[in-house]
């Protein structure tokens, strides 16, 4: 079993394999708009943030209007895993 695995699947806190494969989905879509925002300012493109607001968008992560950069960086923090009996532990 792989470090990421054995760290995901603990008896308080589990992932399905699905739900783990959503969230490593989730994540490649947030990096892939995140360098394609990178590469879209580089080529002086009008709007390079679009792919990166797109993605955010899409997950209803946008920050508020008037939101502080440093604000939003303060409050960083991973999801909560679920919580799974034993019994649900794959």
Do not use: F, K, W
Request: charged share 15%; net charge neutral; with cysteine.
């Amino acid at each position: 079993m792989s470090t990421v695995m054995s760290t995901v699947l603990t008896r308080n806190n589990a992932l399905t394999r699905h739900e783990l494969a959503l969230l490593v989905a989730e994540y490649a879509e947030l990096l892939a708009a995140a360098r394609a925002t990178v590469a879209a300012a580089r080529l002086g493109e009008v709007d390079p943030l679009v792919h990166i607001r797109h993605a955010l968008a899409a997950h209803g992560q946008l920050p508020p209007v008037g939101a502080r950069p440093v604000v939003l960086l303060a409050a960083c923090a991973a999801p909560a895993l679920p919580v799974l009996t034993c019994g649900e532990v794959a």
